[in-house]
């Protein structure tokens, strides 16, 4: 079981720029693919972005591909999310998660750990 914990959330001007960190626990960590998700009050969780065991290969969402950069660093057992370009509607609780596969997944049933979410808020 990875243990992860989130942070770096906290309040931004739109346009602004945050980086999520999530430190993870557990020696299968680079060996793991692992995501980050959002959930803004009343809306359901969705998929922001993924990357793979080794970080050759990346995924984003749609609504935040050009502006939100996944990376990690297997040496320090840690995933990034560079959040630039911040909007309104990038408010949301964020939440690190591992995956049981090696590659880069959207797929929410992929996922096995999450983290306690970290806060995001963008004002106008």
């Known amino acids: 079981q990875v243990q992860l914990v989130e942070s770096g959330g906290g309040l931004v001007q739109a346009g602004g720029s945050l980086r999520l960190s999530c430190a993870a626990s557990g020696r299968t960590f680079s060996t793991i693919g692992m995501g980050w998700f959002r959930q803004a009050p009343g809306k359901a969780r969705e998929f922001v972005a993924a990357i793979s065991w080794g970080g050759r290969n990346t995924y984003h969402a749609d609504s935040v591909k050009g502006r939100f950069t996944i990376s990690r660093d297997n040496a320090k057992n840690t995933v990034y999310l560079q959040m630039n370009s911040l909007k309104p509607d990038d408010t949301a609780v964020y939440y690190c998660?591992?995956?049981?596969?090696?590659?880069?997944?959207?797929?929410?049933?992929?996922?096995?750990?999450w983290g306690q979410g970290t806060q995001v808020t963008v004002s106008a």
């Open positions: 998660a591992s995956a049981s596969v090696e590659q880069a997944t959207n797929c929410v049933g992929d996922f096995t750990s």
